[in-house]
């Protein structure tokens, strides 16, 4: 096998902010991609950072009434402090302040500047605080500036330009003969499309006499550098350029992640500049879309701003990671919720992969005494090993194409395959009869290398988790077969013999809370495409039925409707109080009720009855009375169980 080598970046982050949702997803996609490319035998570098300088980070320190130093090293703090709780294994952290960084920066503008590539002019044009730069008329929307929706001032000023129009021909050039250079297509389309029309050249300084807090131009020392000119550059002062062994080891193999706020100065910008400094362009440009908060823009204004330390500390690291990964269709726009988010955990992860796991293990614990069985070669086994083998093709293609949620779907479908192969199989049933001893070792095996090959392909994405399942297992992590998948990716290493350890559950559930009217429900969505996926008849599976919330609700209060002789409003605990309207009144009178333990559908929407909101449904069995008329017998349980307790 050739060793590839692989360098991938996330932007280096303004400090102006504290790390949110967006960071952390895009800093979990080039962790899961760095691992990725690491089980692929690939040697890997992979960077973060933090973008430091610029009039956005000064006019934030002096809100905080703090020199920008101070301001950005607080901020810079909190990233690096942010990233281990999710995981994220770097190899440098950059900050745009380090010493090496502001060398190379000065450096790269002398060299373009002794080609010629850099000159000094006056110019007067529309400049916008938010976005840094001088907008053009076609850029506004009504005279402002469609991002930031302020109008731009209007500023004269001397300035040096980079010569970017001298290599726009060369650039359309790049993109064309490399379809894979910008990725996803849309984006290739339309940084094309931007392209079509006669590129500007690009202002790369300011005056120190409006902001000082920047690297010196090397040439001229009344000017710092614009913010995006020494931001770029920090992928390559990060692998040593241009002395340092790392640059020549990694910089031809250079991808670079980031979400299309940044398009331009990544795909147009970048690339220019480094015709301009003679140093060969990046590999490839991988570009995600946005995330939204229940289907809002999140903005510290609205109030919705996610943090990653919050839902680390409420959902465990690997829901998040792998939810993010599973839930964004990479290069579209996704929306984060709660609910989508238990959803997700509670369904693919607890029930699908969490159960699998246990239930074999405890299989192979109590039938085998902790040790991996014998397999017998058997035909009917065919099926399981095909569907890992799919998986395995399916999964490296797609995360190799940063089409994680592809790659996911591919290996959930082989965990339904392996919950399926444990109904068709019964090994309950086989450890009764003595003649089926063989038979029962081998489907017990094929369970514990399925696992095991769910850990192999897990490890990039839910790194916890997989060693987990590793440890349950009773494998060494660092053996060769669980390092790679050149070296674990085929059917049947797992050892005979080897005793597995006694291992905790994977992903307790999370309970879901009471919703209302207003709320989404995404379970709908996926019990639809479940349904799709199984036909089954009129069979549901368990992950349908567990969608529905049953919980044991006590009465504190009934009474009649003036309206209605068929309904009784009940005021219930389940813990929380809760009202249901019930057609029961014909049937019980509300003293009675009282104090009952009755047994509520939980996340029913809310409908209005009477004009009262009905927040569930209260189960009931119909029966014939003696008098061969209809009666409504509540289901009610007996004994002391608290309010709330879930059905099973
Ligand atoms: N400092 C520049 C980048 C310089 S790179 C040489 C910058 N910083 S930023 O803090 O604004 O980060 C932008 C990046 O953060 C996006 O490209 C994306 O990676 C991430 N995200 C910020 N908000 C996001 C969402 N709402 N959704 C997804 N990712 C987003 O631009």
Same mark, same amino acid.
């Given at each position: 096998?050739?060793?590839?080598?692989?360098?991938?970046?996330?932007?280096?982050?303004?400090?102006?902010?504290?790390? /949110?949702?967006?960071?952390?997803?895009?800093?979990?996609?080039?962790?899961?991609?760095? %691992?990725?490319?690491?089980?692929?035998?690939?040697?890997?570098?992979?960077?973060?950072? @933090?973008?430091?300088?610029?009039?956005?980070?000064?006019?934030? !320190?002096?809100?905080?009434?703090?020199?920008?130093?101070?301001?950005?090293?607080?901020?810079? !703090?909190?990233?690096?402090?942010?990233? #281990?709780?999710?995981?994220?294994?770097?190899?440098?952290?950059?900050?745009?302040?380090?010493?090496?960084?502001?060398?190379?920066?000065?450096?790269?503008?002398?060299?373009?500047?002794?080609?010629?590539?850099?000159? *000094?002019?006056?110019?007067?044009?529309?400049?916008?605080?938010?976005?840094?730069?001088?907008?053009?008329?076609?850029?506004?929307? +009504?005279?402002?500036? &469609?991002? /930031?929706?302020?109008?731009?001032?209007?500023? @004269?000023?001397?300035?040096?330009? *980079?010569?970017?129009?001298?290599?726009?021909?060369?650039?359309?050039?790049?993109?064309?003969?490399?379809?894979?250079?910008? @990725? $996803?297509?849309?984006?290739?389309?339309?940084?094309?499309?931007?392209?079509?029309?006669?590129?500007?050249?690009?202002?790369?300084?300011?005056?120190?006499?409006?902001? +000082?807090?920047?690297?010196?131009? #090397?040439?001229?020392?009344?000017?710092?550098?614009?913010?995006? =000119?020494?931001?770029?550059?920090?992928?390559?002062?990060?692998?040593?350029?241009?002395?340092?062994?790392?640059?020549?080891?990694?910089?031809?193999?250079?991808? /670079?992640?980031?979400?299309?706020?940044?398009?331009?100065? /990544?795909?147009?910008?970048?690339?220019?500049?480094?015709?301009?400094?003679?140093?060969?362009?990046?590999?490839?440009?991988?570009?995600?879309?946005?995330?939204?908060?229940?289907?809002?823009?999140?903005?510290?204004?609205?109030?919705?701003?996610?943090?990653?330390?919050?839902?680390?500390?409420?959902?465990?690291?690997?829901?998040?990671?792998?939810?993010?990964?599973?839930?964004?269709?990479?290069?579209?726009?996704?929306?984060?919720?709660?609910? !989508?988010?238990?959803?997700?955990?509670?369904?693919?992860?607890?029930?699908?992969?969490?159960?699998?796991?246990?239930?074999?293990?405890?299989?192979?614990?109590?039938?085998?005494?902790?040790?991996?069985?014998?397999?017998?070669?058997?035909?009917?086994?065919?099926?399981?090993?095909?569907?890992?083998?799919?998986?395995?093709?399916?999964?490296?293609?797609?995360?190799?194409?940063?089409?994680?949620?592809?790659?996911?779907? !591919?290996?959930?479908? =082989?965990?339904?395959?392996?919950?399926?192969?444990?109904?068709?199989?019964?090994?309950?049933?086989?450890?009764?009869?003595?003649?089926?001893?063989?038979?029962?070792?081998?489907?017990?095996?094929?369970?514990?290398?399925?696992?095991?090959?769910?850990?192999?392909?897990?490890?990039?994405?839910? $790194?916890?988790?997989?060693?987990?399942?590793?440890?349950?297992?009773?494998?060494?992590?660092?053996?060769?077969?669980?390092?790679?998948?050149?070296?674990?990716?085929?059917?049947?290493?797992?050892?005979?013999?080897?005793?597995?350890?006694?291992?905790?559950?994977?992903? &307790?559930?999370?309970?879901?809370?009471?919703?209302?009217?207003?709320?989404?429900? #995404?379970?709908?969505?996926?019990?639809?495409?479940?349904?799709?996926?199984?036909?089954?008849?009129?069979?549901?599976?368990?992950?349908?039925?567990?969608?529905?919330?049953?919980?044991?609700? %006590?009465?504190?209060?009934?009474?009649?409707?003036?309206?209605?002789?068929?309904?009784?409003?009940?005021?219930?605990?389940?813990?929380?109080? %809760?009202?249901?309207?019930?057609?029961?009144?014909?049937?019980?009178? #509300?003293?009675?009720?009282?104090?009952?333990?009755?047994?509520?559908?939980?996340?029913?929407?809310?409908?209005?009855?009477?004009?009262?909101?009905?927040?569930?449904?209260?189960? @009931?069995?119909?029966?014939?009375?003696?008098?061969?008329?209809?009666?409504?017998?509540?289901?009610?349980?007996?004994?002391?169980?608290? $309010?709330?307790?879930?059905?099973?």
């Amino acid at each position: 096998m050739t060793e590839k080598t692989t360098y991938i970046t996330t932007p280096i982050y303004y400090v102006n902010a504290q790390p /949110h949702l967006g960071h952390a997803y895009t800093t979990v996609v080039a962790d899961t991609y760095s %691992r990725f490319c690491r089980l692929c035998g690939d040697e890997v570098r992979f960077q973060t950072g @933090t973008d430091e300088h610029g009039d956005k980070i000064v006019e934030a !320190a002096a809100k905080e009434h703090v020199e920008p130093r101070q301001y950005v090293d607080n901020i810079s !703090a909190m990233f690096r402090d942010t990233w #281990p709780l999710l995981n994220i294994d770097y190899d440098r952290f950059i900050r745009t302040t380090d010493e090496d960084h502001i060398a190379v920066v000065q450096q790269i503008l002398q060299h373009v500047y002794d080609a010629g590539d850099i000159y *000094f002019d006056e110019y007067s044009g529309l400049y916008c605080t938010g976005c840094e730069r001088f907008l053009i008329e076609r850029e506004l929307v +009504d005279g402002k500036c &469609p991002d /930031h929706l302020v109008a731009p001032k209007e500023i @004269t000023e001397q300035n040096y330009f *980079f010569r970017m129009s001298k290599y726009q021909q060369q650039l359309i050039d790049h993109i064309r003969n490399n379809p894979d250079f910008i @990725t $996803p297509e849309r984006y290739r389309n339309e940084v094309l499309s931007f392209l079509s029309e006669p590129l500007d050249d690009l202002c790369i300084s300011r005056p120190t006499s409006r902001l +000082d807090w920047g690297i010196r131009l #090397p040439f001229d020392e009344n000017y710092v550098t614009y913010v995006w =000119f020494d931001a770029l550059i920090n992928y390559l002062t990060g692998i040593g350029y241009p002395d340092g062994e790392n640059y020549p080891r990694y910089w031809a193999g250079a991808e /670079h992640l980031i979400a299309k706020d940044i398009l331009k100065p /990544h795909a147009i910008y970048w690339p220019t500049m480094l015709m301009a400094a003679g140093v060969p362009v990046y590999k490839k440009l991988h570009v995600h879309g946005y995330w939204n908060v229940d289907e809002t823009k999140m903005s510290k204004s609205l109030g919705n701003v996610i943090r990653p330390a919050g839902l680390v500390e409420e959902y465990g690291v690997d829901t998040f990671r792998y939810f993010s990964l599973r839930e964004m269709s990479f290069g579209l726009d996704a929306s984060f919720s709660r609910d !989508a988010i238990i959803a997700r955990k509670n369904a693919d992860l607890a029930n699908d992969l969490g159960n699998l796991f246990s239930r074999s293990v405890s299989m192979i614990e109590k039938y085998c005494d902790s040790r991996i069985p014998e397999p017998a070669e058997e035909e009917t086994d065919a099926e399981l090993r095909l569907a890992s083998a799919s998986m395995l093709e399916g999964y490296s293609r797609n995360m190799a194409d940063f089409k994680f949620h592809l790659g996911l779907q !591919a290996v959930w479908e =082989f965990v339904s395959e392996a919950n399926r192969y444990i109904v068709r199989n019964e090994p309950w049933a086989l450890v009764k009869d003595t003649s089926k001893k063989k038979r029962l070792g081998s489907v017990l095996y094929n369970l514990a290398e399925s696992l095991r090959l769910l850990a192999l392909v897990l490890k990039p994405v839910m $790194p916890e988790t997989a060693e987990k399942m590793i440890w349950g297992l009773g494998i060494d992590a660092d053996s060769e077969m669980m390092k790679t998948l050149e070296h674990g990716g085929s059917w049947g290493k797992s050892v005979v013999g080897t005793r597995l350890n006694k291992s905790e559950n994977l992903f &307790p559930r999370t309970e879901v809370k009471k919703k209302s009217n207003s709320e989404k429900k #995404p379970q709908n969505k996926k019990k639809d495409k479940r349904q799709q996926e199984e036909p089954g008849g009129d069979h549901i599976n368990f992950n349908q039925f567990e969608n529905v919330e049953l919980l044991v609700a %006590r009465v504190v209060e009934a009474k009649k409707l003036k309206k209605s002789d068929r309904l009784l409003k009940l005021s219930l605990e389940a813990p929380e109080p %809760r009202t249901i309207v019930s057609g029961i009144a014909e049937s019980y009178r #509300p003293e009675e009720l009282v104090g009952k333990n009755v047994i509520i559908v939980a996340n029913l929407k809310p409908v209005k009855l009477m004009g009262i909101a009905s927040e569930g449904m209260v189960l @009931t069995a119909e029966a014939e009375d003696e008098q061969g008329g209809k009666r409504v017998n509540l289901l009610t349980v007996p004994g002391e169980v608290k $309010p709330g307790t879930r059905v099973a």
